[in-house]
């Protein structure tokens, strides 16, 4: 079952620390996504991966990194959280118009 | 400014009812919409993709249309199930490659009851 896996599910952390997201995608895909979903929101891209080492700012990229050493690797690194912050984390990875999401981390930051 | 609106914002039916969710949206260009369900603390998950100026699609007891004249679309579900209880999210891309954007919608939560 072809499928994007993230890590972890949940996560709290305290303001000031460093959080890494982990996301992974068995189906070759070239470009991934990092999105983050917010009450009342649509989805908000923050990064988006065309390739390796090919990234670019989404909409919201402030306060956030990303890193793809590998392709079926897309990091996203916060260095120093803030409480606002806290948010559901969606990766996606995409081929054309075929678009498949994971299941999201919840990352609460107290 | 919101580039897609979806209504209602919530929606609770009886089961066996059907229902009707929308969609509007200013995205130019506007190659392509998907509708995702997404059940509470999951990702979203893929119900159909509409593509043609006016198009039909039809899944289950899922079909959507879509207008690009009028850059409108409409999911139904007809004959509702317990298990139908989740965030219905339209999203439209503006490109049929990896160069393009996604659109989102908020979402319409549908709440099914006994």
Known sequence: DMKVTQMPRYLIKRMGENVLLECGQDMSHETMYWYRQDPGLGLQLIYISYDVDSNSEGDIPKGYRVSRKKREHFSLILDSAKTNQTSVYFCASSRGSDYTFGSGTRLLVI | ?114
Do not use: M
Not at chain 2, 36 to 55: A, E, I, P
């Open chain 2, 1 to 114: 400014k919101t580039q897609v609106e979806q209504s209602p914002q919530s929606l609770v039916v009886r089961q066996g009812e059907n229902c009707v969710l929308q969609c509007n949206y200013s995205v130019t260009p506007d190659n392509h919409l998907r509708w995702f369900k997404q059940d509470t603390g999951k990702g979203l998950v893929s119900l159909t993709v509409l593509v043609d100026q006016k198009d039909k699609t039809s899944n289950g007891r899922y079909s959507a249309t879509l207008d690009k004249d009028a850059k409108h679309s409409t999911l139904h579900i007809t004959a509702t199930l317990l298990d139908d209880t989740a965030t219905y999210i339209c999203v439209v891309g503006d490109r049929g490659s990896a160069l393009g954007r996604l659109h989102f919608g908020a979402g319409t939560q549908l709440i099914v009851i006994p």
